[in-house]
């Protein structure tokens, strides 16, 4: 063990969304500040530098990505409105990945140089507790340092789930955390997972041409809401996405050719079927990373059932000076930009110069599938379930991009319910917005919706014509009135 200690006012473990901003937060405002990151390989081998799930292996990756896609179907447009583009097209996924990656290594380079000009100290060790003062680092070489600090913030965040009770899905499978990295097309893939990350994954993989198959075992998307979560499965389906809907993967093989051969129980008629893929992708949801944290070692407590750390609204964990914010503390939302305002806030507690602690409610976010699932606020079954079915009136729409009619795009899926309160002005209490752009639409009315506007609030809001966006102000048909939703254009 290496003999000298390192004091510091604040040490961070995790180099990602929530402990970075924590991080530079704390230094700019006068604290000596440590960050240590670590990223073990995925079961792959796959590894990445600084900046944690979002840069590396998430958000930015797959946007990007994302795009790739989208522009595949701006192609296909391309013609109604007279380009000449000549046939066939053809994607190469070689050059995209390269493109991305080294988008991703300049974030990671960017990171670094960020944290140096704040003077925030980078060890790239994984850290585990010694005490409620002090961690262990360890280098990839296996070399050891003991750091100290008044005040620890645990930012350590999550990795994807292997079905570890599936025969060859370990072996064979990869994660989110291999496929934004590979460097050859993963070609005919099996997505099993009804997460966002799983229909995202599947959704892009479609757009670039693939032959992607989506296994789920129940509903998609759960904890959103239910009808929009069909809508956006149903559109995918429309674009050429397989769908093994109540199935079950029992067993992965690799066939002398190097395909695999996935056997799965179709739950409804009991039978077993198999197929075969050249990828299948584990998105079955998130471990937090705790296991090798230690945490008894400085008496952090745990939630039994998720293995993520127990907070209070201060981001406290069972011992005072220990904070967990972002993906790993229980009870947040797994998004970058909450564990982003969630660091900065408490840094600016911890140097004194804020009481504010973060607000987690009406937090919007956006899946990024074909057609877009932008949301803030309740669900139209969580709406129900708090305020009771008598009081929450729902507004809806479906309406057709104006991009959409000269192209001659199918736009059967595109639309936009708001969940309010019945009584008026009838708080909005949800918005959900399904179609193009749906995050840029959605974050515009998400202050709205942080403000506490109401139905009628809304319907004042002059529209910017000619939008998607201008839609959300015109949700003139209620759910209960019965009568027919559909916008005739604009
Ligand atoms: C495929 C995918 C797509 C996503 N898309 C979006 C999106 O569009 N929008 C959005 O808002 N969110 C998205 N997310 C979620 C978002 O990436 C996370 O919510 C966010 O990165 C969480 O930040 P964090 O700081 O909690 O942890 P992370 O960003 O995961 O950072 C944790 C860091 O700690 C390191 N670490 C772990 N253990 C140790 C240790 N013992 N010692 C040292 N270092 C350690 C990790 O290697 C990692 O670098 C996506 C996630 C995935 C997987």
New binding site residues.
């Given amino acids: 063990m290496e003999a000298g200690r390192q004091d510091y006012n604040l040490l961070v473990?995790?180099?990602?969304?929530?402990?970075l901003a924590c991080a530079k937060e704390a230094a700019q405002l006068g604290m000596k500040v440590a960050v240590?990151?670590?990223?073990?390989p995925s079961p792959r081998g796959t590894r990445w530098g600084l900046?944690?799930?979002?840069v590396n292996?998430?958000?930015i990756p797959?946007?990007l990505i994302h795009q790739a896609a989208l522009l595949g179907g701006m192609i296909r447009d391309a013609p109604h409105y007279g380009w000449d583009v000549a046939q066939p097209v053809l994607h190469d996924w070689r050059k995209m990945a390269e493109a991305v990656q080294n988008y991703v290594k300049s974030l990671n380079w960017g990171h670094r140089v960020q944290l140096q000009d704040r003077k925030v100290k980078y060890f790239n060790?994984?850290?585990?507790f010694v005490n409620e003062h002090t961690i262990c680092g360890v280098t990839k070489g296996g070399k050891e340092t003991l750091l100290s600090a008044e005040h620890i913030v645990i930012?350590?965040?999550?990795r994807?789930k292997y079905p570890t009770h599936i025969e060859g899905a370990l072996e064979y499978g990869i994660t989110?955390d291999d496929i934004f990295w590979l460097k050859e097309s993963p070609g005919k893939t099996l997505v099993v997972g009804a997460s966002y990350?799983a229909l995202?994954c599947a959704g892009f993989l479609t757009g670039l041409g693939l032959d992607t198959t989506v296994m789920m075992r129940s509903i998609p998307l759960r904890g959103f809401d239910q009808q929009m979560s069909s809508l956006v499965t149903e559109y995918m389906a429309s674009q050429g996405t397989r769908f093994l809907k109540h199935c079950t993967p029992s067993r992965v093989q690799k066939l002398p050719d190097g395909q695999l051969q996935v056997t799965w129980e179709d739950l409804t008629s009991g039978r077993e079927n198999m197929g075969t893929f050249s990828t299948v992708l584990w998105a079955i949801g998130?471990i937090p990373?705790t296991r090798?944290?230690n945490l008894e070692n400085a008496g952090i407590n745990t939630s039994p059932n998720s293995q993520k750390i127990l907070v209070d609204a201060q981001e406290v964990t069972s011992v005072p000076h220990i904070y967990a914010?972002?993906?790993?503390a229980e009870g947040r939302p797994?998004?970058?930009?909450t564990?982003i305002m969630a660091g900065k806030l408490l840094a600016r507690r911890l140097c004194g110069q804020s009481l504010d602690v973060m607000d987690y409610s009406n937090v919007p976010?956006?899946v990024?599938t074909p057609l877009e699932y932008g949301c803030v606020g309740l669900s139209e079954e969580e709406a129900m379930a708090r305020h009771g079915e008598e009081h929450v009136e729902v507004y809806h729409a479906y309406y057709k991009p104006l991009e959409f009619t000269v192209a001659e795009r199918d736009a059967s899926q595109c639309y936009i319910k708001m969940v309010c309160l019945r009584k008026p002005p009838q708080l909005v209490l949800g918005l959900h917005f399904l179609g193009p752009n749906a995050g840029e639409v959605t974050q515009g009315f998400a202050l709205g919706i942080k403000c506490g506007a109401s139905y009628e609030q809304v319907m004042r809001t002059v529209g910017i014509h000619p939008t998607c966006a201008e839609e959300v102000a015109k949700l003139r048909i209620s759910k209960r009135s019965g009568l027919d939703p559909t916008v005739t254009g604009c």
């Fill in positions: 473990i995790g180099g990602g969304s929530g402990g240590v990151d670590y990223v073990e900046g944690g799930t979002c292996v998430g958000c797959k946007k060790i994984k850290a585990s930012a350590t965040g999550g994807p989110s990350v995202e998130r990373e090798s944290l914010i972002g993906d790993v797994e998004l970058t930009p564990a976010t956006t990024f």
